[in-house]
C-alpha cells in the first residue's frame, strides 16, 4: 500500500482495487560495487510514497522489471547522521546490512551533497557506520566502510547452537563444514576444495533454510590460496547468488583469520571482482562503486504494470 493523493486532492491510503494512483515520479539510481548491483533512492521526504515489497521485488526483477539484487532508500539522518539506509532484498524482504549496498548509497548520497567532504555518517538496521569516500573528479570511484564487529555470538548471528564453530551441513549427500558468524546479518561460512565446483544454485537455498538459522543465513562457500587472499562464492539470503557480497566478504575473512589461514588484511576474489578486508576491533571493507545509470519511473505506472497478469 502507498500513501498518495486522491482525485479530490487530499492525501489518503490506496491500492490496486480502488482504481487510482499517485502522479508523483520515482528516481531511481542503479549502482554496482564488484558486481553486487542495487537500485538507489534518494527519498528525504518523510511524507514521501513508501515502496511496498511487490512493488520492490517488481522493480528488482531482471526479466520484468529493471533488474536488482536490492533496492536501498536513502532517507534523512538524525542524531549527528548524514542519511539513514533501508535495505530491501530483491524478494521484498527486508535486509539489515550490505557492505556492497552501503557504498553504493555513499555514491548516491555523495552527489546529492550529504556527505561532510570525503566522509559519510549512515545509520543502518545493523548500527551507524562510517564511509571513507575515495572521489576522481568529484565522483565517488570507492569506498570504505567501517563495518562495526564481528560477533561469534550464537544468540546475536542468531544461530541455534551451542558453539558456532565447526557446525556441518549436509545437502545431497555433500557435507559442508564451517562457522558461522554475525555481521549485523547472519552468515555461514563453508570451506570448499574450489568453490567454483560447487552447486551454489541448489545448496545455496537449502542452507540458507537451515533450521538451525532462525532468520535464514547468507552462505559463502571459500577457499584459502595465497596467504592473504580467499576466493568466495556466495548464496545471499532472499536474493540468491551474487557477483560480490560485501557481508560475506566481511565474514568469510574474519572466519578464515580466527582459523589462523589469513593475516588480518585479506583480498577477497569474488566472481564480480577484489574486495579488501582489514580485521581489528571493527572490520573494514574497501572496494569499488560504479554508478551505472539513472531513471525515472511515474508511480502509476509501476502500478499500472502491477495491475496487470503475469
Known amino acids: 500500500m502507498l500513501v498518495g493523493r486522491s482525485p479530490a486532492g487530499g492525501r489518503a491510503s490506496h491500492d490496486l482495487r480502488n482504481g487510482w494512483y499517485p502522479v508523483t515520479v520515482l528516481t531511481l539510481s542503479k549502482l554496482h560495487a564488484t558486481g553486487n548491483d542495487f537500485l538507489v533512492a534518494l527519498e528525504l521526504d518523510p511524507d514521501a510514497p513508501v515502496l511496498g515489497a511487490v512493488e520492490v521485488a517488481a522493480l528488482c526483477d531482471r526479466h520484468r522489471g529493471i533488474g536488482a539484487d536490492g533496492l536501498i532508500t536513502v532517507s534523512a539522518g538524525r542524531d549527528g547522521a548524514d542519511c ?5 532484498n530483491a524478494d521484498g524482504g527486508v535486509a539489515e546490512m550490505s557492505g556492497n549496498g552501503i557504498r553504493c548509497l555513499a555514491w548516491v548520497a555523495a552527489r546529492a551533497g550529504l556527505a561532510r567532504g570525503d ?4 545509520d543502518t538496521a545493523a548500527g551507524r557506520r562510517v564511509v571513507a569516500l575515495e572521489r576522481e573528479r568529484g565522483d565517488v570511484v570507492s569506498a570504505e566502510v567501517d563495518m562495526g564487529s564481528v560477533t561469534f555470538d550464537p544468540g546475536r548471528i542468531p544461530v541455534d547452537v551451542d558453539e558456532p564453530f ?22 555461514f561460512v563453508v570451506f570448499v576444495d574450489d568453490p567454483a565446483d560447487v552447486p551454489v544454485a541448489r545448496h545455496g537455498p537449502r542452507i540458507e533454510h537451515d533450521r538451525r538459522f532462525p532468520r535464514r543465513t547468507n552462505v559463502e562457500f571459500v577457499s584459502v590460496g ?6 568466495m562464492r ?12 560485501g557481508t560475506g566478504a566481511c565474514a568469510a575473512a574474519a572466519v578464515a583469520h580466527r582459523r589462523g589461514l589469513v593475516p588480518d588484511r585479506v583480498r577477497v576474489d569474488v566472481p564480480g571482482g577484489t574486495l ?3 580485521l581489528g576491533a571493527t572490520v573494514r571493507l574497501a572496494g569499488p562503486v560504479v554508478h551505472v545509470f539513472d531513471v525515472d519511473i511515474p508511480r502509476e505506472r509501476l502500478q499500472a504494470a502491477l495491475a496487470r497478469p503475469a
Not at 226 to 231: H, I, M, N, Q, S
Not at 234 to 245: A, D, F, I, N, Y
Request: charged share 20%; with cysteine; hydrophobic share 40%.
Open 84 to 88: 539513514t539506509m533501508t535495505l530491501v
Open 119 to 122: 566522509e559519510l555518517i549512515v
Open 234 to 245: 556466495v548464496w545471499e539470503r532472499g536474493v540468491g547468488e551474487t557477483l560480490s557480497c
Open 166 to 187: 565447526g557446525i556441518e551441513a549436509v545437502v545431497d549427500g555433500v557435507a559442508y563444514e564451517g562457522d558461522a558468524a554475525g555481521m549485523g546479518n547472519p552468515h
Open 226 to 231: 595465497a596467504p592473504d587472499r580467499v576466493t
Open 276 to 278: 579488501s578486508v582489514t
